[in-house]
């Protein structure tokens, strides 16, 4: 075989091995994003159960020996003077704990201290998530929006145009869902591809 037929050979492997890598990603994005709604929908039903039954200052029944973790937004306060790398990665930790309390008010805080920084674009998108997992649509549809608006060139824009997409569809609003996911689709990104597999299994 000529050494250019190798090497196109070669290349092609490599590009399929480089495609089922991103592949794999996705995959493992996804059930994260499904373990994280799964757990959401297990603190609410834990947090109206306590609410209903009189809140912290209730006696708590003998069946309830370990409490639950508290979710208090004082846990992602980090000094004044940190970076805004740490002050990021701070409310993305509690983001992997699932302390979706927590991480909103820490993300949030992020933004205070950092409205135009290098991560500002990535804490509108994990709050819109958040709002989207409370089923709070307009206020994830807002997240979304101002990313896309104020950070044009970021890296998270075609993730927050597939979930603004999503969120349009939840709403109720299937047209302008369609045509949001549409234009996305017609690009070469992974969202584009979650965004065609959406439009053909709901449309």
Sequence with gaps: MPAS????????IRSLQEEIATLRGLVEEQSYELKQLKQLQLDNYMDLDRRLSGGANSVAPAASVEPLPAKSPSR???A????????????YDLLNQKDFAGAESAFKDH??????GDFASNSHYWLGKIAMLKKDYPQAKTWFTDLI????????????????????FLMG???K??????????????????????????F
Excluded: C, H, M, W
């Design 5 to 12: 037929a190798e090497s196109d050979v070669y290349s092609q």
């Design 76 to 78: 992602a306060v980090v």
């Design 80 to 91: 004044d003077n940190a970076s805004e790398a740490d002050v990021y990665k701070a409310a």
């Design 111 to 116: 933004l205070t201290r950092f409205p135009s």
């Design 149 to 168: 608006a104020n950070f044009p060139a970021a890296a998270k824009v075609p993730d927050a145009q597939l979930d603004l997409g999503k969120v349009y």
């Design 173 to 175: 609003d299937k047209v």
């Design 177 to 202: 869902a369609k045509s949001l996911l549409s234009q996305l689709a017609a690009g070469n990104t992974d969202a584009a591809r979650l965004a065609s597999k959406f439009i053909s299994d709901n």
